[in-house]
């Protein structure tokens, strides 16, 4: 089993500045992917940014240019780091993880959540 230790998230003034970690133990062969969902009241869950196992980012287009993600520590950790928050990032941010086994089957784990709001 894996499990995956979100940390960070809080309450900020619109304009501010957020950072979240997310780090994964247990069973894990290879990391494929890891990334963040959000998701607001009321609204589906989105893909906000992920990083592969060969460090390659990629963005919502609605955070570009204002998050950043990257690994670090033994590349088990994912950072998530939010500039110029407005309150329509304002959701509970979840971390995921693409876990391959020996077969190179794909396993996918989630954070508990951790909530982000931002006040205007």
């Known amino acids: 089993q894996v499990q995956l230790m979100e940390s960070g998230g809080g309450l900020v003034q619109s304009g501010g500045s957020l950072s979240l970690s997310c780090a994964a133990s247990g069973s894990i062969f290879s990391i494929n992917a890891m990334g963040w969902y959000r998701q607001a009241p009321g609204e589906q869950r989105e893909l906000v940014a992920s990083?592969?196992?060969?460090?390659?980012?990629s963005y919502a287009d609605s955070v570009k240019g204002r998050f950043t993600i990257h690994r670090g520590g033994a590349k088990n950790v994912v950072y998530l780091q939010m500039h110029s928050l407005n309150p329509e990032d304002t959701a509970v941010y979840y971390c995921y993880a693409d876990i391959r086994d020996s077969n190179w089957r794909a396993h996918y784990y989630w954070g508990q959540g951790t909530q982000v709001t931002v006040s205007s």
């Open positions: 990083v592969t196992g060969g460090d390659i980012p």
